[in-house]
Structure formats: C-alpha cells, structure tokens
Nanobody, 113 residues
Framework: VQLQASGGGLVQPGGSLRLSCAAS????????MGWHCQAPGKQRELVAD??????TSYADLVKGRFIISRDNANTVHLQMNSLKPEDTAVYYC?????????WGQGTLVTVSS
C-alpha cells in the first residue's frame, strides 16, 4: 500500500485547510485510515482516524474543529477549521492492512499570520 498526501500549506489563524490522502496498491484490504501530526521537537501523535465502517475518533485538541471523512476504500480527508498556530506540524496519513501500518510522506501545515 502506498499513500500520497496533499493539501498542506500556509494559512492564517482561524482559517481552514483540507488535507487528502489517496492510497494505491492493496486498497481493498485497508481497514482504518487516519491522520497524525508531528510538530518540531515533538512525537508524532494521532489527530483523527476512521474505520472501514466510518466510525471516527479524534484527539481532544481537535474535536469540534477537524472533520475526518472517507470517500471509499482508498481516500481519506481531513477538513481542518478554526486553525490555531499550535496546529502547525507535518501531517501524515496512515492506513492499516491487517497488522501492518503504512505511512504517507507527510504534508506541512503552517498556521501563522
């Protein structure tokens, strides 16, 4: 499974961005897909994930601001609203196939005025 993330960029505080991640390869074996973020000097942490039956979970810091969605077996989106400077990070999508996790290349989100 290969993952290609897109949609990062520079946005002002209070603005919005939409990240997308498309998987290719053995996509029909993908169960959960998600987004993680890693800020400079910090560990990578979960932002949100969504299962194959569209059950979602969110980190407390993004609840009510971010929305994860999934078009089909291989595309996941993260709608990021009311962005804050502390949301600045590299965002990585991931996908689970059985007991194996696959990562995308990461896309940088910078929230700054």
């Amino acid at each position: 499974v290969q993952l290609q993330a897109s949609g990062g960029g520079l946005v002002q505080p209070g603005g919005s961005l939409r990240l997308s991640c498309a998987a290719s390869g053995s996509i029909f074996r993908i169960s959960t897909m998600g987004w993680h973020c890693q800020a400079p000097g910090k560990q990578r942490e979960l932002v949100a994930d969504i299962t194959s039956v569209r059950s979602t979970s969110y980190a407390d810091l993004v609840k009510g601001r971010f929305i994860i969605s999934r078009d089909n077996a291989n595309t996941v989106h993260l709608q990021m609203n009311s962005l804050k400077p502390e949301d600045t990070a590299v965002y990585y999508c991931d996908a689970w196939v059985g007991g194996s996790r696959y990562w995308g290349q990461g896309t940088l989100v910078t929230v700054s005025s």
